[in-house]
């Protein structure tokens, strides 16, 4: 069954510094997304993109972040500048073709992000 | 705003006992609700959906019913396994634009053999 991988699974990084998590969605897959959990708590949308372009986004979504989809594959999300606070378990997901509420999420086994 | 509230766990039940993890929701529009589960180390999965009133999803002997008129989705099993205990969660998600699930605390499920 296909599925979605991220790498890397475990990222430490020091306050401050850039960090890029990727991802490679299920091939036939259009709808992608990032969400967040802290310490095995609520798990929180960050971002959707679909067609090339930010759906949506959460507040926690600020200008530190950024996503891209630099090929025909992967799918990126960038932290510039590290805080403590975003220490979590980032999970990508992707969906199929989105018929008014019905899309199942496909997620990752997520990466750890670690910022000391 | 649309949000997701469940009964706070840990549930902690033997092998063979009833399930049921509450799940209630607010939201505009007709949002579509689903259960998904994350296992030790792994991502959510998706374990059942229902995307209008009155469905009823099931699987691998889950079942939740879409009760609009009491805004819920609760999530039952006859009989658990130890291969149950898992973190469960409750979500929503709507065509009001942006393409976003929105997912409730999550319940943590132990069964002991």
């Known amino acids: 069954e296909p599925e979605v991988t991220q790498t890397p699974s475990h990222q430490v990084t020091q306050m401050g510094q850039e960090v890029i998590l990727r991802c490679v969605p299920i091939?036939?897959?259009?709808?992608f997304y990032w969400y967040r959990q802290i310490l095995g708590q609520k798990v929180e949308f960050l971002v959707s993109f679909y067609n090339n372009e930010i759906s949506e986004k959460s507040e926690i979504f600020d200008d530190q972040f950024s996503v891209e989809r630099p090929d025909g594959s992967n799918f990126t999300l960038k932290i510039r500048s590290t805080k403590l606070e975003d220490s979590a378990m980032y999970f990508c997901?992707?969906?199929?073709?989105?018929?008014?509420?019905?899309?199942?999420?496909?997620f990752g086994n997520g990466t750890r992000l670690t910022v000391t | 705003g649309n949000s997701v509230t469940q009964m706070e766990g840990p549930v902690t039940l033997s092998e063979e006992a009833f399930l049921t993890i509450n799940c209630t929701y607010t939201a505009t529009g007709y949002p579509s609700l689903f259960w998904y589960v994350q296992y030790p180390g792994e991502g959510l999965q998706l374990l059942l959906k229902?995307?209008?009133?009155?469905d009823k999803g099931s699987n691998k002997g889950f079942e939740a019913t879409y009760r609009k008129e009491t805004t819920s989705f609760h999530l039952e099993k006859g009989s658990v396994q130890v291969s149950d205990s898992a973190v469960y969660f409750c979500a929503l998600s709507d065509n009001t634009g942006g393409f976003k699930t929105i997912f409730g605390a999550g319940t943590r499920l132990f069964v002991k053999a």
């Open positions: 229902a995307t209008k009133a009155d």
């Open positions: 997901a992707s969906s199929e073709e989105v018929l008014g509420g019905d899309f199942p999420l496909h």
């Open positions: 091939s036939n897959h259009l709808y």
